[in-house]
């Protein structure tokens, strides 16, 4: 834990800082001491306090608790585990972009399947599962609740 | 009177009950599911909830996380894995019975008494939550101001592993609360030009986010296990249940007291109402040294508590808008959208849709023998649902309820921002819940700090003036300080043990 509390430490702190210097450009109301910066600055700078306790604390006991950074959790993740993880942003990144176009159907289609078989389920276990779990976000979605998910290619048949 | 008579008529429509119903069974079957957490089915519910009337909406969320809360003994007692954070105190204890070949038993007074804790948290909840409000109407910006701190303060420093991460969750959910217009100033806040962040970061998606994506990215990263489930069948589970109430009524009665006094504190929930509830039982036991190896007594007292907690933790969401715990922030902030802004004019307002939530409260806790039952005979095949079939499917909901909300993808990207966000703090030990309540409360504590400050003239002792608000305020500083005065005291001893 004490690189990683560290790193933490370091980048609340800069955020800290960031959002200290940023609220600076905040319109202040006239004749009004408290405006809009006030909250902001006194939460990033309790922010910043904090992430400096963190990684001073973590720095004062890296020698006596060297051994245990082994457990801590991130470190491990294997590369598979990482891509599997970057992976799933991709999916809904991807959604976002092209769901609009290809229609809901689909996007979700590849969404479920890829990360089925990405955790290694069987491929028509993962089929006969994405079908289904379309079926009841169709029905409960786009005909009971009237939410306009896009159609797509779709649009014809829907 | 006349408004208890109208909450009926407003609670006995099918639309209110089907979905009561349909939410209990619900989060009965999410509960029930290991890994997946009471605050996960809220998630995964409250873009659902956003189509519907206010009270069916409402009454959904109350039952649904009524049932989680119980439905998390489940696994807890049968896999020893507890399926919602507030089982996990007597994890050990139960599954201890189920080798014993006893996970009827122990199945069975988690259904009793957390039927029986839940109806107990309401009715200190009816009686409770009118007087206070009538306290409530006289306070000012400080008291709440204060109310709110304390709140947070309570949710950081009971039971954390590690107040500064904690507080470090809370600063970065109160900083997130702040982007957008809503602001006293109704300046542009962090919003870099974007039209969609002037509405700030609805927290719908975040919350999505931070309890459902979260948990996938850590499925896809760990690898997502099958688990094995020891005992195929449950047998009867009405064994014995007059003998347990005999026998534990003053283990029922004490975490029935502790747990909705616990849950009534702003800031504190099932989950420490459970861990305090089994330590207390331990203590008074007249056989204490049978605990940990399979003995019911702990299990009673502390599944009572946490039920109640639940009750208890509606009293200052109701009241003042203060969430007791995560899942309570969450209903307080569908309140708000809703239109039934918590606080003490709702009481005299909408006294009807008070007590009609009232009424659900017992509703729920009526519902919870028949479905908790159907739940458990079901169990084996529930808790054999995988894992890695399951993550993808939450995802996929996640998506389209985020998206739902405000019916933009900007939704879906916020989810999944903080879906990374809550990986990333859970993957280094941060607790997300504190960020849930900065981000829900951060508003209301800015308002009332700032409206405070004007008022005051800049003084901060104005704070304290105000005999509530000084003792509210004194309250908060002894909590903050209190894990320094635990260390001095522990510093004090020491010396004095070696010297002896």
Same mark, same amino acid.
């Given at each position: 834990m004490v690189k990683s509390d560290i790193i933490i430490g370091f980048i609340l702190t800069m955020l800290g800082v960031a959002v200290i210097l940023h609220a600076q450009s905040f319109p202040a109301i006239p004749g009004q001491e408290y405006g809009a910066a006030v909250f902001p600055v006194l939460i990033a700078g309790a922010l910043a306090i904090c992430g400096i306790l963190l990684a001073f604390g973590a720095w004062r006991r890296r020698a006596s608790l060297a051994a245990v950074d082994l457990e801590h959790s991130m470190a491990g993740i294997t590369s598979a585990g990482w891509t599997k993880g970057l992976a799933t942003i991709a999916l809904v990144v991807g959604y976002c972009l092209f769901a609009d176009r290809i229609g809901f159907i689909p996007a979700m289609a590849i969404v479920l399947m890829v990360g089925m078989l990405m955790l290694g389920v069987r491929w028509w276990v993962a089929l006969l599962v994405s079908a289904a779990t379309i079926l009841v976000i169709y029905q409960l979605f786009v005909v009971l609740m009237r939410v306009p998910l896009p159609r797509g290619l779709l649009a014809p048949f829907l | 009177m006349q408004a208890i008579e109208k909450a009926f008529g407003l609670v006995a429509t099918p639309g209110v009950l089907i979905s009561v119903l349909l939410a209990s069974a619900f989060g009965m079957v999410i509960g029930a599911i290991p890994g997946l957490t009471a605050t996960m089915a809220i998630a995964l519910l409250v873009p659902i909830t956003f189509f519907m009337d206010p009270l069916p909406a409402v009454g959904a969320m109350i039952a649904c996380s009524a049932m989680a809360i119980f439905a998390g003994d489940i696994p807890s007692t049968l +896999?020893?894995? %507890? &399926? $919602?954070? !507030?089982? !996990? !105190?007597y994890t050990d204890e139960a599954y201890a019975m189920t080798r014993k070949g006893e996970a009827e038993t122990a199945l069975g007074a988690n259904l009793l008494f957390s039927a029986i804790g839940g109806l107990f948290g309401t009715a200190v909840l009816i009686v409770a939550a009118p007087a206070l409000a009538e306290v409530a109407l006289r306070f000012s910006s400080f008291e709440y101001f204060w109310l709110a701190v304390l709140g947070l303060t309570c949710a950081i420093f009971i039971g954390a592993v590690s107040p500064l991460k904690g507080l470090i969750s809370l600063f970065i959910g109160l900083l997130v609360a $702040?982007?957008? +217009?809503?602001n006293p100033a109704g300046v542009p806040r962090f919003t870099f030009g974007y039209t969609e962040l002037m509405g700030g970061i609805d927290f719908i998606p975040a919350m999505i986010g931070l309890f459902a994506v979260s948990e996938v990215l850590r499925a896809m990263v760990h690898g997502a296990t099958d688990l094995k489930v020891t005992q195929s069948r449950v047998g009867n589970l009405f064994r014995n249940w007059g003998g347990m109430i005999k026998t534990y009524w003053r283990q029922q009665v004490r975490g029935n007291t502790l747990g909705t006094a616990i849950g009534i +504190? %702003? &800031?504190?929930?099932a989950d420490i109402a459970a861990w305090v509830a089994y330590a207390m039982s331990k203590k008074f036991s007249k056989t204490p040294e049978k605990f940990g190896k399979g003995h019911v007594e702990g299990i009673v007292e502390s599944t009572s508590a946490n039920n109640a907690a639940l009750g208890g933790a509606w009293v200052p969401a109701l009241?003042? &808008?203060?969430? &007791?715990?995560s899942i309570t922030a969450v209903v307080i902030g569908v309140l708000f959208i809703k239109g039934l802004n918590p606080g003490p004019t709702l009481f005299i307002n909408n006294p009807e849709s008070i007590y009609a939530v009232f009424l659900i409260f017992i509703l729920a806790n009526l519902f919870m023998i028949p479905l908790g039952w159907a739940v458990m005979k079901g169990a084996t095949v529930i808790l054999r649902v995988p894992r890695r079939v399951l993550m993808p499917l939450i995802l996929g909901f996640s998506m389209v309820g985020a998206f739902a909300v405000n019916n933009t993808a900007y939704g879906i990207v916020i989810m999944l921002a903080f879906g990374v966000l809550g990986f990333l703090m859970e993957e280094n030990d941060i607790p997300v819940a504190p960020c849930i309540l900065g981000i829900v409360l951060g508003p209301m504590i800015e308002e009332n700090f700032v409206t405070s400050m004007i008022k005051s003239d800049g003084s901060f002792l104005a704070f304290f003036e105000r005999p509530i608000a000084g003792a509210l305020g004194v309250f908060t500083i002894l909590v903050v300080l209190s894990p320094l005065i635990g260390m001095a005291l522990r510093r004090m001893r020491r010396p004095a043990a070696n010297a002896a």
């Open positions: - | +896999l020893r894995i %507890p &399926g $919602t954070p !507030a089982s !996990a !105190a $702040t982007v957008g +217009l809503n +504190l %702003p &800031g504190a929930g009241v003042f &808008g203060i969430p &007791g715990d």
